[in-house]
C-alpha cells in the first residue's frame, strides 16, 4: 500500500515520525513536503497529498498541521478527496467505517506522537462497512 504524506511546518517532526512508523510497517510512503520547520503554506501541501489519492497515485494520505484544520480543508477543495479531521482512534475508526475517508488529518499541537501513530494504523486497517453510508458517500460527490 501507498501513502501520501504531507505537512506544513508546525507538522513537520511529527510528519518525519509518521513516515518512519509508515516505513518500518513496510506502506510506500511519497513525501509530498514540507521538508522543514521553515514556515509555508499549508494549502500548498494539502492540496498536493488530496491530488495524489484523487489521481490514485497513492491509496491513501494523511495531513498533518498545527491544528489539522486548515491542511483538511485545503485537501478537501480536490475533487475525489474525503479528508477527515480526527483527534482520537474512534475517530479514524468511524470515519472510515462510515465516510470512506481516503485522508487522515490531524494536529501536531493538538494529538502527542503516541496518539497521531495510533490514529494512522488504526485509519490504515479500518475497512470501509459499504451499506447504507455508500448513499451518503454519493451525496457527498454530488
Known amino acids: 500500500m501507498k501513502i501520501a504524506v504531507g505537512c506544513d511546518h508546525g507538522g513537520f517532526e511529527l510528519k518525519e515520525k509518521v513516515k518512519a512508523h509508515l516505513e518500518g510497517k513496510g506502506y510506500e510512503v511519497l513525501d509530498l513536503g514540507c521538508y522543514s520547520t521553515e514556515s509555508v503554506n499549508y494549502p ?53 467505517e462510515h465516510n470512506d475517508a481516503n485522508i487522515l488529518a490531524f494536529g501536531a499541537r493538538m494529538v502527542g506522537d503516541v496518539l497521531a501513530l495510533e490514529m494512522v494504523d488504526t485509519f490504515l486497517n479500518t475497512k470501509f462497512e459499504g451499506g447504507r453510508h455508500i448513499a451518503r458517500i454519493e451525496m457527498i460527490e454530488e
Open 44 to 96: 500548498v501541501y494539502g492540496k498536493a497529498v488530496g491530488r495524489a489519492v484523487a489521481n490514485k497515485e497513492v491509496d491513501y494520505g494523511i495531513v498533518i498541521c498545527g491544528t489539522g484544520i486548515g491542511i483538511s480543508i485545503a485537501a478537501n477543495k480536490v475533487k475525489g478527496v474525503r479528508a477527515a479531521l480526527c483527534m482520537n482512534t474512534t475517530m479514524a475508526r468511524l470515519t472510515r
